[in-house]
Every structure is written in C-alpha cells, then in structure tokens.
C-alpha cells in the first residue's frame, strides 16, 4: 500500500467517535498482558460489605455497571473530563446514580462531606490520598488500580518526549496512602505490554487518550512518526499497573 493511502486510512481512524470509555472498535486490534490480580474480583468481595460507593473517575460508568448486581443504594460517581460527564450521566443515572463532577486538577478537595463512604473505588484515576481518607467512614475500605507513569516512556519516546506522569509509582502512591491515615491490605505492581495490530489502531488509542501525545497530535503533522511505526513495524509498547487496597482504621 502507498504511504499516501496509508495515511488515508489513519486519518479515518483519527476521526472515529470515542466516547465515555469504551475501546470497542479496537477489539482484535489492541492487547495488553494479562495482571495478575483481578481489579473486578478484588471490587466484588469490597462490594459485599459496603452500604455506601464511591467511584472516582467513572469515565462513561462502563466499569461500574459490571458491578451493579452489588451496588447499594448510595452510590455515587464522579467524572472531571467533560466530555465523559454526558456519556456517564446517560448510562448511570437510568440506575439511580449520580454523577458528581470533579477534577483533582482543578480542585483537591472533594464535594462530599467527612466519613461519606463505606468504600470508594478508583481505575486509573488521579486522586489525593488525603480527600479518600476523608471521605472514607471509619472501618471503609479504599481500591485502586492505576497506570505505572515511567512505564509509559516507551510510548512517550517515539514522540521524543518524557513521560507525563513520573511520580505515579506502586512506591510513591503506598507512601501517599499511608501518610494519609490509611492502612495497606495489599499493594502489587505488574510491568506488561501492550500491543497494536496496526498503526491504524495505534492512532484510534492516542486519540482516545491524547494527554500520553503532543498536544498538536495528528496524522498529518506526525505522518513520518507513523511512518517509521509502520516500517519498523514498532507496535509494542511497556505497560505497567499498580494495584493498592486499603482501609480506615476504626
């Protein structure tokens, strides 16, 4: 295929809708290794006992939904990217739960009162340890599964750039926790992989996620990059996670 074509075609990728948090349209096409922990079952056995939730950066609320046969009355949601807000509000509040916006960027403190929750969950979101702390009700329980930041700089290199999140780590965020109040269950860290069947499919995901790009990313401007991509055939890239589980001491 002339690059012109296939420059074409990733054009066509940038501008396929993305919305709330779902990545269907790269099924077959995007792979990450698997962890080993599960992030669902560990929410589950949590779920059972809590009478009050809170998830922390709901994205479109897909995940949270795959636990709603556990959900109690009181559970909340919030989001701080506002094209998610709509999406999340759609899916969620047809199940009776709100979705509180709320980006740490912008505001550290959280808009809910001390000792709301018997448990708040958080995938891949920014968070202050402090603001969990408080919010947790004595006895309350804390999970979060986040992105290593400096395992994304495989990713980040092929722009020339540093990672954008660096302090992210198992390390610093069981520090944060713990200074917070909070006492660990457990904390795991897994490095992984993820894998693209084409550039096509490696462009859909940066758009989707455009904070780990340039801000001026496009196919056009950063054909050569995708170029070399597609040559070299470089479709995988360092992944790492973190899981951390932890409670408010009685």
Same mark, same amino acid.
């Given at each position: ?6 420059? !074409? ?35 589950? =056995? ?32 919030? !989001? ?87 302090? =992210? ?7 944060? =926790? ?27 995901? =940066? ?44």
């Amino acid at each position: 295929m002339q690059e012109q074509d296939l420059i !074409e075609r990733w054009k066509r990728e940038e501008q396929q809708p993305f919305s709330g948090w779902d990545f269907s349209h790269l099924k077959g096409r995007y792979f990450e290794s698997a962890l080993p922990w599960s992030y669902e079952e560990n929410a589950r =056995v949590l779920l059972v006992h809590a009478d009050s939730v809170l998830d922390v950066g709901t994205g479109g609320g897909e995940k949270l939904l795959e636990f709603n046969d556990l959900l109690p009355t009181n559970t909340l949601a919030t !989001e701080g990217w506002a094209p998610n807000l709509p999406v999340a509000r759609k899916n969620l509040e047809a199940h009776g739960i709100q979705v509180v916006p709320y980006d740490m960027e912008k505001e550290a403190r959280m808009p809910f009162r001390d000792h709301s929750f018997s448990l708040v969950i958080d995938r891949h979101e920014a968070y202050a340890a402090s603001e969990i702390a408080r919010i947790l009700k004595p006895g309350g329980s804390f999970l979060t599964q986040q992105v290593d930041g400096p395992g994304m700089a495989d990713l980040s290199s092929v722009f020339g750039r540093e990672p954008t999140s660096p302090q =992210v780590t198992l390390a610093m965020c069981v520090k944060e =926790v713990e200074q917070a109040g909070l006492e660990i269950d457990f904390a795991q860290e897994s490095m992984g992989k993820m894998r693209f069947t084409d550039v096509g499919a490696f462009v859909y995901y =940066v758009h989707a996620v455009p904070w780990e790009v340039p801000e001026d990313f496009c196919v056009e401007r950063y054909a050569p990059v995708l170029l070399d991509l597609h040559k070299n055939r470089r479709l995988s890239f360092n992944l790492g996670h973190f899981i951390i589980q932890a409670h408010k001491p009685i």
